[in-house]
Protein backbone atom coordinates (compact mmCIF):
# COMPACT_ATOMS: atom_id res chain seq x y z
CA UNK A 1 0.00 0.00 0.00
CA UNK A 2 1.47 3.56 -0.64
CA UNK A 3 1.34 6.19 1.86
CA UNK A 4 -0.23 9.27 1.87
CA UNK A 5 1.77 12.13 1.45
CA UNK A 6 1.86 14.45 3.96
CA UNK A 7 1.45 17.60 2.55
CA UNK A 8 1.95 20.07 5.57
CA UNK A 9 5.29 18.59 6.32
CA UNK A 10 7.87 21.35 5.63
CA UNK A 11 10.45 20.37 3.43
CA UNK A 12 14.37 20.21 4.27
CA UNK A 13 16.90 21.66 2.13
CA UNK A 14 19.59 19.79 2.04
CA UNK A 15 22.35 22.75 3.84
CA UNK A 16 25.59 23.87 1.95
CA UNK A 17 28.65 22.58 3.44
CA UNK A 18 30.13 25.43 5.87
CA UNK A 19 33.43 24.75 5.22
CA UNK A 20 33.55 25.56 1.42
CA UNK A 21 31.61 29.08 2.23
CA UNK A 22 34.33 29.82 5.18
CA UNK A 23 36.89 28.94 2.84
CA UNK A 24 35.88 31.44 0.57
CA UNK A 25 35.57 34.44 2.91
CA UNK A 26 38.95 33.68 3.98
CA UNK A 27 40.29 33.63 0.38
CA UNK A 28 38.56 37.31 -0.15
CA UNK A 29 39.91 38.86 2.68
CA UNK A 30 43.20 37.62 1.68
CA UNK A 31 43.13 38.72 -1.52
CA UNK A 32 41.74 41.88 0.11
CA UNK A 33 44.11 42.46 2.40
CA UNK A 34 47.05 41.42 -0.60
CA UNK A 35 45.58 44.01 -2.53
CA UNK A 36 45.67 47.00 0.24
CA UNK A 37 49.14 45.95 1.32
CA UNK A 38 50.74 46.81 -2.54
CA UNK A 39 48.33 49.70 -2.58
CA UNK A 40 49.64 51.38 0.39
CA UNK A 41 53.21 49.79 -0.34
CA UNK A 42 52.84 51.56 -3.90
CA UNK A 43 51.87 55.14 -2.52
CA UNK A 44 54.22 55.08 0.69
CA UNK A 45 56.92 54.28 -1.81
CA UNK A 46 55.80 57.20 -3.70
CA UNK A 47 55.77 59.86 -0.55
CA UNK A 48 58.80 58.58 0.18
CA UNK A 49 60.63 59.38 -2.97
CA UNK A 50 59.25 63.44 -3.06
CA UNK A 51 59.52 63.56 1.15
CA UNK A 52 63.05 62.84 0.65
CA UNK A 53 64.55 65.35 -1.23
CA UNK A 54 62.75 67.81 1.18
CA UNK A 55 64.46 66.18 4.22
CA UNK A 56 67.99 66.00 2.48
CA UNK A 57 67.41 69.57 1.02
CA UNK A 58 66.63 70.99 4.97
CA UNK A 59 69.13 68.81 6.78
CA UNK A 60 71.85 70.25 4.07
CA UNK A 61 70.83 73.87 4.98
CA UNK A 62 71.36 72.85 8.56
CA UNK A 63 75.36 71.52 8.00
CA UNK A 64 78.45 73.58 7.12
CA UNK A 65 80.65 73.51 4.02
CA UNK A 66 83.11 70.91 5.68
CA UNK A 67 80.09 68.42 6.45
CA UNK A 68 77.57 68.59 3.79
CA UNK A 69 79.36 66.09 1.58
CA UNK A 70 81.27 64.08 4.46
CA UNK A 71 78.00 63.68 6.44
CA UNK A 72 75.37 62.04 4.71
CA UNK A 73 72.68 61.56 7.67
CA UNK A 74 69.47 63.43 7.56
CA UNK A 75 69.75 64.23 11.15
CA UNK A 76 72.20 66.99 12.14
CA UNK A 77 73.53 66.98 15.39
CA UNK A 78 74.02 70.95 15.20
CA UNK A 79 72.13 72.45 13.28
CA UNK A 80 73.20 76.29 12.26
CA UNK A 81 70.64 77.89 11.76
CA UNK A 82 72.41 80.59 11.17
CA UNK A 83 72.76 79.59 7.44
CA UNK A 84 68.97 81.23 6.49
CA UNK A 85 70.07 84.77 8.13
CA UNK A 86 73.17 84.64 6.27
CA UNK A 87 71.62 83.22 2.88
CA UNK A 88 68.59 86.17 3.71
CA UNK A 89 71.05 88.83 4.30
CA UNK A 90 74.26 87.92 2.00
CA UNK A 91 72.54 86.31 -1.16
CA UNK A 92 70.09 89.18 -0.96
CA UNK A 93 67.18 86.57 -0.81
CA UNK A 94 64.92 88.85 1.03
CA UNK A 95 64.79 91.18 -1.57
CA UNK A 96 64.49 88.18 -4.52
CA UNK A 97 61.82 86.51 -2.26
CA UNK A 98 59.89 89.94 -2.05
CA UNK A 99 60.05 90.48 -5.40
CA UNK A 100 58.59 86.60 -6.04
CA UNK A 101 55.79 87.22 -3.64
CA UNK A 102 55.00 91.05 -5.57
CA UNK A 103 54.92 88.85 -8.92
CA UNK A 104 52.72 86.04 -7.83
CA UNK A 105 50.22 88.36 -6.15
CA UNK A 106 50.01 90.98 -9.05
CA UNK A 107 49.89 87.73 -11.56
CA UNK A 108 47.05 85.54 -9.33
CA UNK A 109 44.46 88.85 -9.20
CA UNK A 110 45.40 90.12 -12.74
CA UNK A 111 44.14 86.32 -14.08
CA UNK A 112 41.48 85.94 -11.50
CA UNK A 113 39.85 89.47 -12.73
CA UNK A 114 40.33 89.08 -16.18
CA UNK A 115 39.19 84.77 -16.55
CA UNK A 116 36.57 85.08 -14.00
CA UNK A 117 34.69 88.07 -15.77
CA UNK A 118 35.88 86.88 -19.55
CA UNK A 119 34.41 83.35 -18.29
CA UNK A 120 30.86 84.85 -16.79
CA UNK A 121 30.62 86.24 -20.46
CA UNK A 122 31.39 83.09 -22.21
CA UNK A 123 28.76 81.18 -20.27
CA UNK A 124 25.62 83.72 -19.73
CA UNK A 125 26.13 86.50 -22.41
CA UNK A 126 25.30 85.69 -26.23
CA UNK A 127 27.35 87.42 -28.73
CA UNK A 128 27.84 86.49 -32.55
CA UNK A 129 30.77 84.28 -32.47
CA UNK A 130 31.26 83.69 -29.36
CA UNK A 131 31.76 79.56 -30.07
CA UNK A 132 34.10 80.51 -32.59
CA UNK A 133 36.63 83.16 -30.03
CA UNK A 134 36.27 80.43 -26.95
CA UNK A 135 37.44 77.70 -29.02
CA UNK A 136 40.41 79.83 -30.45
CA UNK A 137 41.12 81.21 -26.73
CA UNK A 138 41.28 77.51 -25.72
CA UNK A 139 43.66 76.41 -27.87
CA UNK A 140 46.17 78.80 -27.07
CA UNK A 141 46.64 76.43 -24.36
CA UNK A 142 48.60 74.22 -26.93
CA UNK A 143 51.07 76.50 -27.55
CA UNK A 144 53.83 76.35 -25.18
CA UNK A 145 55.10 79.31 -23.60
CA UNK A 146 59.10 79.18 -24.51
CA UNK A 147 57.81 78.91 -28.35
CA UNK A 148 56.75 82.15 -28.38
CA UNK A 149 59.56 83.58 -26.68
CA UNK A 150 61.34 85.62 -29.94
CA UNK A 151 57.80 87.42 -30.84
CA UNK A 152 57.47 88.58 -27.12
CA UNK A 153 60.83 89.80 -26.60
CA UNK A 154 60.67 91.96 -29.96
CA UNK A 155 57.23 93.15 -28.45
CA UNK A 156 58.27 94.05 -25.08
CA UNK A 157 61.28 95.49 -26.92
CA UNK A 158 59.31 97.67 -28.64
CA UNK A 159 56.78 98.61 -26.24
CA UNK A 160 60.22 99.30 -23.87
CA UNK A 161 59.21 96.69 -21.27
CA UNK A 162 62.19 95.26 -21.27
CA UNK A 163 64.03 94.99 -17.75
CA UNK A 164 60.53 96.06 -16.07
CA UNK A 165 58.24 95.18 -13.65
CA UNK A 166 54.98 95.53 -15.74
CA UNK A 167 57.44 93.75 -18.53
CA UNK A 168 57.30 90.33 -16.51
CA UNK A 169 53.74 90.73 -15.07
CA UNK A 170 51.45 90.91 -18.41
CA UNK A 171 52.94 87.51 -20.16
CA UNK A 172 51.98 85.83 -16.80
CA UNK A 173 49.08 86.89 -16.93
CA UNK A 174 48.39 85.89 -20.66
CA UNK A 175 49.64 82.64 -19.81
CA UNK A 176 47.32 81.88 -17.22
CA UNK A 177 44.41 83.57 -18.87
CA UNK A 178 42.97 80.49 -21.11
CA UNK A 179 42.63 77.59 -18.22
CA UNK A 180 41.18 80.22 -16.22
CA UNK A 181 38.61 81.27 -18.99
CA UNK A 182 37.89 77.21 -19.40
CA UNK A 183 37.58 76.30 -16.03
CA UNK A 184 35.22 78.88 -14.45
CA UNK A 185 33.28 78.69 -17.68
CA UNK A 186 32.56 74.84 -17.33
CA UNK A 187 31.54 76.10 -13.73
CA UNK A 188 29.38 78.78 -14.64
CA UNK A 189 27.52 76.87 -16.57
CA UNK A 190 26.64 74.65 -13.88
CA UNK A 191 24.92 77.38 -11.79
CA UNK A 192 21.48 77.52 -11.39
CA UNK A 193 19.71 80.11 -13.14
CA UNK A 194 16.97 80.55 -10.90
CA UNK A 195 19.75 82.06 -8.51
CA UNK A 196 20.72 84.25 -10.95
CA UNK A 197 16.81 85.24 -11.79
CA UNK A 198 15.86 86.04 -8.09
CA UNK A 199 19.23 88.65 -8.08
CA UNK A 200 17.62 90.05 -11.59
CA UNK A 201 14.24 90.58 -9.50
CA UNK A 202 15.87 91.57 -6.32
CA UNK A 203 17.17 94.76 -8.89
CA UNK A 204 20.93 93.78 -9.66
CA UNK A 205 22.06 94.40 -13.15
CA UNK A 206 24.46 91.77 -15.08
CA UNK A 207 27.48 92.67 -13.01
CA UNK A 208 26.01 92.92 -9.65
CA UNK A 209 24.44 89.30 -10.53
CA UNK A 210 28.48 88.66 -11.57
CA UNK A 211 29.81 89.81 -8.41
CA UNK A 212 27.63 88.95 -5.51
CA UNK A 213 25.91 85.78 -6.72
CA UNK A 214 28.17 83.96 -9.57
CA UNK A 215 31.25 84.63 -8.13
CA UNK A 216 31.35 83.85 -4.27
CA UNK A 217 29.59 80.48 -5.67
CA UNK A 218 32.89 79.44 -7.50
CA UNK A 219 35.44 79.91 -5.03
CA UNK A 220 36.41 75.99 -5.55
CA UNK A 221 37.57 77.19 -9.18
CA UNK A 222 38.74 80.18 -7.84
CA UNK A 223 40.92 78.48 -5.43
CA UNK A 224 42.54 75.97 -8.21
CA UNK A 225 43.00 79.13 -9.95
CA UNK A 226 45.30 80.66 -7.46
CA UNK A 227 47.37 77.95 -6.56
CA UNK A 228 48.03 76.55 -9.99
CA UNK A 229 49.36 80.34 -11.41
CA UNK A 230 50.79 80.49 -8.00
CA UNK A 231 52.63 78.15 -8.51
CA UNK A 232 53.66 78.56 -11.89
CA UNK A 233 54.60 81.73 -11.10
CA UNK A 234 56.73 81.27 -8.27
CA UNK A 235 58.73 78.89 -10.10
CA UNK A 236 59.11 81.26 -13.12
CA UNK A 237 62.64 81.01 -14.26
CA UNK A 238 62.76 81.27 -18.12
CA UNK A 239 60.90 84.43 -18.40
CA UNK A 240 62.59 86.30 -15.49
CA UNK A 241 66.34 85.56 -17.68
CA UNK A 242 64.36 86.55 -21.22
CA UNK A 243 63.55 89.76 -19.55
CA UNK A 244 65.25 90.84 -16.17
CA UNK A 245 68.94 91.67 -16.28
CA UNK A 246 68.79 94.26 -13.08
CA UNK A 247 69.50 92.40 -9.80
CA UNK A 248 66.27 94.73 -7.97
CA UNK A 249 63.85 93.09 -10.08
CA UNK A 250 64.91 89.53 -10.15
CA UNK A 251 63.01 86.97 -8.64
CA UNK A 252 63.48 84.31 -6.24
CA UNK A 253 64.00 81.43 -8.69
CA UNK A 254 66.33 83.56 -10.60
CA UNK A 255 68.45 84.91 -7.76
CA UNK A 256 69.46 81.16 -6.57
CA UNK A 257 70.65 80.66 -10.04
CA UNK A 258 72.69 84.24 -9.82
CA UNK A 259 73.64 82.97 -5.92
CA UNK A 260 74.83 79.62 -7.46
CA UNK A 261 77.16 81.82 -10.28
CA UNK A 262 78.04 83.86 -7.43
CA UNK A 263 79.38 81.21 -4.77
CA UNK A 264 79.50 78.59 -6.34
CA UNK A 265 81.06 76.26 -3.05
CA UNK A 266 78.35 78.11 -0.41
CA UNK A 267 75.84 74.82 -0.80
CA UNK A 268 74.43 75.29 2.39
CA UNK A 269 73.62 79.58 2.00
CA UNK A 270 72.33 78.00 -1.28
CA UNK A 271 70.00 75.01 0.56
CA UNK A 272 68.61 77.55 2.84
CA UNK A 273 67.89 79.64 0.42
CA UNK A 274 65.92 76.75 -1.60
CA UNK A 275 64.39 76.15 1.63
CA UNK A 276 62.87 79.54 2.05
CA UNK A 277 61.87 79.54 -1.87
CA UNK A 278 59.62 76.24 -1.16
CA UNK A 279 57.96 77.86 2.27
CA UNK A 280 55.00 80.20 0.68
CA UNK A 281 53.87 77.40 -1.68
CA UNK A 282 53.26 75.28 0.62
CA UNK A 283 51.56 76.94 3.21
CA UNK A 284 49.23 78.27 0.08
CA UNK A 285 48.83 74.53 -0.83
CA UNK A 286 47.71 73.87 2.85
CA UNK A 287 45.47 76.43 3.34
CA UNK A 288 43.60 75.36 0.51
CA UNK A 289 43.63 72.00 -0.41
CA UNK A 290 40.29 71.32 0.44
CA UNK A 291 38.91 73.51 -2.62
CA UNK A 292 41.44 72.00 -4.91
CA UNK A 293 39.78 68.30 -5.81
CA UNK A 294 36.11 70.04 -5.42
CA UNK A 295 37.23 72.68 -8.27
CA UNK A 296 39.07 70.13 -10.13
CA UNK A 297 35.97 68.03 -10.37
CA UNK A 298 33.33 70.65 -10.53
CA UNK A 299 35.47 72.27 -13.75
CA UNK A 300 35.66 68.69 -15.35
CA UNK A 301 32.40 67.32 -15.24
CA UNK A 302 30.35 69.07 -17.81
CA UNK A 303 32.11 70.99 -21.20
Same mark, same amino acid.
Given at each position: MVP??????????PARPAQGVQWQRWLYRIKRWVLLAFA?? /????????? &?????WMVSSSLKTQSTIFSDMSLWVSRPHWGNYYEAWTRGHFGQF????? /????????? &?????????YAFSRLKFPGKNILFILLISTMMIPIPGSFIALYVLLVKLDLINTRLGYILPQVNGGLALGIFLLKTFFDKLPQDLEDAARIDGCNKFQVYWNVALPLAKPALAVLVVFNALAVWNEYLLAMLVLSDRSLMPLQRGLMVFQGAHLTQYPLLMAGIAISIIPIVTLYFLMQRYIVAGITAGALKM
Open positions: AIQLNKPLVMHA /FCLSIAAGC &VFPLAFFNSL /FYTLAVVVG &VIAISSLAA
